[in-house]
C-alpha cells in the first residue's frame, strides 16, 4: 500500500476554488515533483497536507491513518526558511522535539549536532540566523524539520528566495536526503533539478492535477496539451538564464 | 540655599519617582490585558475595549486625572480616592492603553510564518507564543515603549494639578520667594532621569539586536 494516499481533495477560498478533486498517491522512499505556473494551487495542497489550511473535503491518509493533528506524518520547509529568530540554529532545530519530548535532552542534542553535520553546517551550530547566509539558513530549516522525523518532508519551492550562487547548495542536500530514501514532495522551478530529483512528477494547473507521470513520461513524451505548452514556456525561461 | 533648595527638590523628586515607578507596574501588565481585549474574538467585548482606548488616548491626561480625583464624590457622592491614589489610577490606565496599542502594533508585526513554523512542528499555540512569538514582541515594542516612559517622565509633572507636592511643584514654590533658578534646576532632575532611562533603553535593544530575520 502506498505511504500516502490524497482523496479527492477540495478547497475554495470564497468564491475561488483553488484545488479540484486532487487526488493521487506516493510509495515509500518515492520523491514526488510538483511543477505548474503560479496560482496554480501548489503552495495550497503542500499547506493542506501540513494541517495550514483545512480543506473543504477530502482525505489525506498517511499510512492508512488520516494525517489531521499528527505531527509524525508531514514536515514542511518554508519558502522564506521562517527560521527562529531568537535562536541559534542548533536550538532551532531542539526547540520542537524538546517541547515535544522526542528523547532526553542530551539524545535530542545529539540527533539535532548530526542532522547539521549532515546538512554541511558543523560549523554554525551555535549561529542566530541573522548571521547565516540565505542557503544556510534553508539548510538549518530542513535539519529543523528533519528533527520531528516527519515520515513525509515537504518542500515548498526552498531555493526560490535564494540568490542564484546559493540555491546549489540547498539543492544538494535534498538531493543527498533523496538517496538516504526519503521520501519527499518539492514544489520547485527549477527544471534541471526536478528531473534529476523526481521519481514523480506532477503538473498542477488552476487546481486540478493536469498530468503525472515519470520524468522521462512527463518532459519527454507529455500527453496533455497544457503540460506541452507549460514545459515550453519554462523551457525557453530556464535556457534564458 | 542651594542645599536647602536641592533638598526640598530631592523630596519633590522622591514623589515624581513613586508616581513614575508605580505607573509602570501598574500599566505595563494592564497594558497586556486591555491589548488582549482590543484583539479578542468577541466583537462585542473588543469593540468596547478598543472605545475606551481611543477615548482615554484622544483627551488630555489632565482631565482623566482631574476627573478621576473628584468624579467619584462630585457624580456619586462617594468617597472618592485620595490624591495620590488618583494619580496612580490616572496615570495607569492612561498609561496602559497606550502599551496596549504598542504592543498590538508589535504583535501583528510578527511574520505569519512564525506561528506557522512552530504549527508544523507541532507545537501547541502556547507554546508557539511563549517559546517563539513572546522574545519578538519584546524586541519590537522596546523602542517605543522607550519612548513612552521618557514622556511619562515628564507627565509626572501633571499630578500639581492636584496639589502632589512632586519636583516641578516643589520648584514652583520658589517662585514665592522671589527664586527663579530652582524651578529650572528641576529641569536637571528630569535630564538626569530621561537620561539614565535612554541608556538602559539601548542597552537592552543592544541586547536584543541578535533578533532578526
Ligand atoms: N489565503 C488565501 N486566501 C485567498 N486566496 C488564496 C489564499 N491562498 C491562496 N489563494 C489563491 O489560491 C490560488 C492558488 O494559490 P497557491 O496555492 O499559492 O498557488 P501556487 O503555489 O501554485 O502559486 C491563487 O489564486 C491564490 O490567489
Ligand atoms: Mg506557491
Same mark, same amino acid.
Given at each position: 500500500?502506498?505511504?500516502?494516499?490524497?482523496?479527492?481533495?477540495?478547497?475554495?477560498?470564497?468564491?475561488?476554488?483553488?484545488?479540484?478533486?486532487?487526488?493521487?498517491?506516493?510509495?515509500?522512499?518515492?520523491?514526488?515533483?510538483?511543477?505548474?505556473?503560479?496560482?496554480?494551487?501548489?503552495?495550497?495542497?503542500?499547506?493542506?497536507?501540513?494541517?495550514?489550511?483545512?480543506?473543504?473535503?477530502?482525505?489525506?491518509?498517511?499510512?492508512?491513518?488520516?494525517?489531521?493533528?499528527?505531527?509524525?506524518?508531514?514536515?514542511?520547509?518554508?519558502?522564506?526558511?521562517? +527560521?527562529? !529568530?531568537?535562536? #541559534?540554529?542548533?536550538?532551532?532545530? &531542539?526547540?520542537?522535539?524538546?517541547? =515535544?519530548?522526542?528523547? %532526553?535532552?542530551?539524545?535530542?542534542?545529539?540527533?539535532?549536532?548530526?542532522?547539521?553535520?549532515?546538512?554541511?553546517?558543523?560549523?554554525?551550530?551555535?549561529?542566530?540566523?541573522?548571521?547565516?547566509?540565505?542557503?544556510?539558513?534553508?539548510?538549518?530549516?530542513?535539519?529543523?524539520?528533519?528533527?520531528?522525523?516527519?515520515?513525509?518532508?515537504?518542500?515548498?519551492?526552498?531555493?526560490?528566495? +535564494?540568490? !542564484?550562487?546559493? #540555491?546549489?547548495?540547498?539543492?544538494? &542536500?535534498?538531493?543527498?536526503?533523496? =538517496?538516504?530514501?526519503? %521520501?519527499?514532495?518539492?514544489?520547485?522551478?527549477?527544471?534541471?533539478?526536478?528531473?534529476?530529483?523526481?521519481?514523480?512528477?506532477?503538473?498542477?494547473?488552476?487546481?486540478?492535477?493536469?498530468?503525472?507521470?515519470?520524468?522521462?513520461?512527463?518532459?519527454?513524451?507529455?500527453?496533455?496539451?497544457?503540460?506541452?505548452?507549460?514545459?515550453?514556456?519554462?523551457?525557453?525561461?530556464?535556457?534564458?538564464? | 540655599?542651594?542645599?536647602?533648595?536641592?533638598?526640598?527638590?530631592?523630596?519633590?523628586?522622591?514623589?515624581?519617582?513613586?508616581?513614575?515607578?508605580?505607573?509602570?507596574?501598574?500599566?505595563?501588565?494592564?497594558?497586556?490585558?486591555?491589548?488582549?481585549?482590543?484583539?479578542?474574538?468577541?466583537?462585542?467585548?473588543?469593540?468596547?475595549?478598543?472605545?475606551?482606548?481611543?477615548?482615554?488616548?484622544?483627551?488630555?491626561?489632565?482631565?482623566?486625572?482631574?476627573?478621576?480625583?473628584?468624579?467619584?464624590?462630585?457624580?456619586?457622592?462617594?468617597?472618592?480616592?485620595?490624591?495620590?491614589?488618583?494619580?496612580?489610577?490616572?496615570?495607569?490606565?492612561?498609561?496602559?492603553?497606550?502599551?496596549?496599542?504598542?504592543?498590538?502594533?508589535?504583535?501583528?508585526?510578527?511574520?505569519?510564518?512564525?506561528?506557522?513554523?512552530?504549527?508544523?512542528?507541532?507545537?501547541?499555540?502556547?507554546?508557539?507564543?511563549?517559546?517563539?512569538?513572546?522574545?519578538?514582541?519584546?524586541?519590537?515594542?522596546?523602542?517605543?515603549?522607550?519612548?513612552?516612559?521618557?514622556?511619562?517622565?515628564?507627565?509626572?509633572?501633571?499630578?500639581?494639578?492636584?496639589?502632589?507636592?512632586?519636583?516641578?511643584?516643589?520648584?514652583?514654590?520658589?517662585?514665592?520667594?522671589?527664586?527663579?533658578?530652582?524651578?529650572?534646576?528641576?529641569?536637571?532632575?528630569?535630564?538626569?532621569?530621561?537620561?539614565?532611562?535612554?541608556?538602559?533603553?539601548?542597552?537592552?535593544?543592544?541586547?536584543?539586536?541578535?533578533?532578526?530575520?
Amino acid at each position: 500500500m502506498a505511504l500516502l494516499e490524497v482523496r479527492n481533495l477540495e478547497k475554495s477560498f470564497g468564491e475561488t476554488k483553488v484545488l479540484k478533486q486532487v487526488s493521487f498517491s506516493l510509495e515509500q522512499g518515492q520523491v514526488l515533483v510538483i511543477i505548474g505556473s503560479s496560482g496554480g494551487g501548489k503552495t495550497t495542497l503542500l499547506r493542506s497536507l501540513n494541517g495550514l489550511e483545512t480543506p473543504d473535503s477530502g482525505e489525506i491518509l498517511v499510512g492508512g491513518i488520516p494525517a489531521k493533528g499528527r505531527s509524525d506524518a508531514f514536515g514542511l520547509v518554508f519558502q522564506n526558511y521562517n +527560521l527562529f !529568530p531568537q535562536y #541559534t540554529a542548533l536550538q532551532n532545530v &531542539t526547540l520542537a522535539p524538546t517541547l =515535544k519530548k522526542k528523547g %532526553t535532552k542530551a539524545e535530542i542534542r545529539q540527533q539535532a549536532t548530526e542532522l547539521l553535520n549532515r546538512v554541511g553546517l558543523s560549523d554554525k551550530v551555535d549561529h542566530y540566523p541573522s548571521q547565516l547566509s540565505g542557503g544556510q539558513q534553508q539548510r538549518v530549516a530542513i535539519a529543523r524539520a528533519l528533527a520531528m522525523q516527519p515520515q513525509i518532508l515537504c518542500f515548498d519551492e526552498p531555493t526560490s528566495a +535564494l540568490d !542564484p550562487e546559493l #540555491t546549489e547548495e540547498v539543492l544538494q &542536500t535534498i538531493l543527498d536526503l533523496r =538517496k538516504e530514501g526519503r %521520501t519527499m514532495i518539492v514544489v520547485t522551478h527549477e527544471m534541471g533539478f526536478a528531473k534529476s530529483v523526481a521519481d514523480v512528477i506532477m503538473y498542477i494547473a488552476d487546481g486540478v492535477i493536469e498530468e503525472m507521470g515519470t520524468p522521462e513520461q512527463l518532459f519527454d513524451h507529455p500527453e496533455s496539451e497544457k503540460t506541452r505548452s507549460f514545459l515550453q514556456h519554462a523551457k525557453v525561461e530556464w535556457e534564458a538564464m | 540655599m542651594f542645599a536647602t533648595v536641592t533638598l526640598e527638590l530631592l523630596k519633590g523628586f522622591v514623589e515624581t519617582l513613586k508616581i513614575f515607578l508605580l505607573t509602570v507596574g501598574f500599566s505595563v501588565p494592564l497594558g497586556v490585558v486591555i491589548c488582549m481585549g482590543s484583539m479578542h474574538r468577541f466583537t462585542p467585548l473588543r469593540v468596547l475595549v478598543r472605545g475606551l482606548v481611543w477615548v482615554i488616548r484622544g483627551t488630555p491626561l489632565m482631565l482623566q486625572l482631574i476627573l478621576i480625583f473628584y468624579g467619584p464624590s462630585l457624580l456619586f457622592e462617594v468617597q472618592g480616592f485620595d490624591r495620590f491614589t488618583a494619580v496612580i489610577v490616572a496615570f495607569s490606565l492612561n498609561y496602559a492603553c497606550y502599551f496596549s496599542e504598542i504592543y498590538r502594533g508589535g504583535y501583528s508585526s510578527i511574520p505569519v510564518g512564525q506561528f506557522e513554523a512552530g504549527r508544523v512542528l507541532g507545537m501547541s499555540k502556547t507554546q508557539i507564543f511563549f517559546r517563539v512569538i513572546l522574545v519578538q514582541v519584546v524586541k519590537n515594542v522596546l523602542a517605543p515603549m522607550g519612548n513612552e516612559f521618557i514622556t511619562l517622565v515628564k507627565d509626572t509633572a501633571l499630578s500639581r494639578t492636584i496639589a502632589i507636592y512632586e519636583v516641578t511643584y516643589m520648584g514652583q514654590s520658589f517662585i514665592k520667594k522671589g527664586l527663579l533658578w530652582p524651578l529650572l534646576f528641576t529641569g536637571v532632575f528630569y535630564l538626569l532621569f530621561s537620561g539614565v532611562l535612554t541608556v538602559l533603553f539601548s542597552k537592552l535593544e543592544k541586547k536584543l539586536s541578535y533578533i532578526r530575520s
